[in-house]
């Protein structure tokens, strides 16, 4: 069934190296190309039928740095996408200090500048983790991140510590992007600039964070910089704006929709998410719904539920 996959791009986040490449003996006879490969053969008409492009998200060091080993030894292709705010800072993002926060939150009243939260009662905390998760998708960054860095002032008072000792992971440097940038199986792209929803943005902002993560990326690896993957990937936080404006300034846009490559849009190009806790058969499963013939169902339900902004499907 994998060999007849219509081509299809992997999602990785933070991912054990020795784990994904066991992950990948089992995607055997489907093979691995760079991402601007598919695009290419998309755009000329050409089948991606057995091909499947590696994407890694968010930029974390120590993660890009472990998944580049393994890839530049297997000689696997794969494209890193990169939060460029993160990199020039150096500071984590919100839901980075989130979940080093949520397992040490107190359980009780917090009188925080932001506002008070009582975090007291049975499940408050797991309800507290479900809001801020909507907001990340459907909220501005400068909306909730001061309420994150108010959490972990209190978080880090209630245990005498540094507020900087629950930052979250660092991310990768510039000059290691540089150097990794030498190797041409190695692609660094845009992930936007703030890691925010692109929903809640205007269109100036949007643009924005499009041109100038570009161009950061490219003044960096000295190499275009041609595709863009939309912060968290929900149509909740892409919105209708962000897919219009991706083709100004980019190839493709990928998602964390769930299909097959070859039947999506480019500027709103689904994407197979695989976690570590995936067992090799669900990883299997994943690629043989959403990216073979018997998907068909679920491309026609698309197509019949499709944004405005997207064009018609091709039927097939």
């Known amino acids: 069934m994998i060999r007849l996959t219509t081509g299809f791009v992997i999602a990785l986040h933070e991912f054990p190296p020795a784990r994904f490449a066991e992950l990948m003996e089992h995607l055997r006879?489907?093979?691995?190309?760079?991402?601007?490969?598919?695009?290419?053969?998309?755009?000329?008409?050409r089948s991606n039928a057995g091909l499947f492009a590696i994407t890694v998200d968010d930029g974390v060091g120590d993660n890009v740095r472990s998944l580049a080993a393994l890839f530049r030894a297997r000689q696997w292709p794969?494209?890193?996408y990169l939060p460029t705010n993160y990199l020039d800072t150096g500071r984590a993002m919100a839901f980075q200090w989130?979940?080093?926060?949520?397992p040490l939150l107190p359980r009780r009243r917090l009188d925080l500048p932001s506002g008070a939260i009582d975090?007291?009662?049975p499940?408050?905390?797991?309800?507290?983790?479900r809001k801020m998760e909507r907001m990340w998708h459907s909220g501005r960054v400068d909306v909730y991140l001061p309420f994150t860095l108010d959490l972990a002032d209190a978080v880090a008072q209630d245990?005498?510590?540094?507020?900087?000792?629950?930052?979250?992971p660092p991310p990768i440097s510039w000059p290691e992007v540089e150097q990794l940038s030498r190797d041409p199986l190695l692609q660094f792209e845009s992930h936007g600039e703030s890691h925010g929803a692109m929903s809640e943005m205007t269109e100036e902002e949007i643009a924005s964070e499009m041109q100038h993560s570009r161009d950061t990326i490219e003044e960096h690896t000295g190499r275009a910089c041609r595709h863009l993957c939309y912060p968290f990937g929900t149509a909740l936080a892409i919105g209708s704006m962000a897919p219009r404006l991706a083709r100004r300034y980019y190839d493709s846009a990928v998602t964390m929709r769930l299909g097959a490559f070859d039947t999506?849009?480019?500027?709103?190009?689904p994407r197979i998410p695989l976690y570590p806790q995936n067992s090799l058969l669900a990883a299997r499963m994943k690629l043989v719904l959403h990216c073979t013939r018997i998907g068909r169902l679920r491309v026609q339900k698309l197509r019949e539920t499709k944004p405005a902004y997207l064009p018609e499907l091709p039927k097939l």
Not at 98 to 102: H, K, N, V, Y
Request: aromatic share 10%; hydrophobic share 50%; glycine share 10%.
């Open 98 to 102: 989130w979940w080093r926060l949520a």
């Open 264 to 269: 999506a849009d480019l500027w709103f190009a």
């Open 159 to 168: 245990l005498g510590i540094n507020r900087a000792e629950l930052e979250g």
């Open 78 to 80: 794969a494209t890193f």
């Open 123 to 129: 499940g408050a905390v797991e309800e507290l983790t």
């Open 29 to 45: 006879p489907a093979q691995p190309v760079p991402l601007s490969e598919l695009v290419v053969r998309k755009k000329g008409g």
């Open 119 to 121: 975090l007291s009662s």
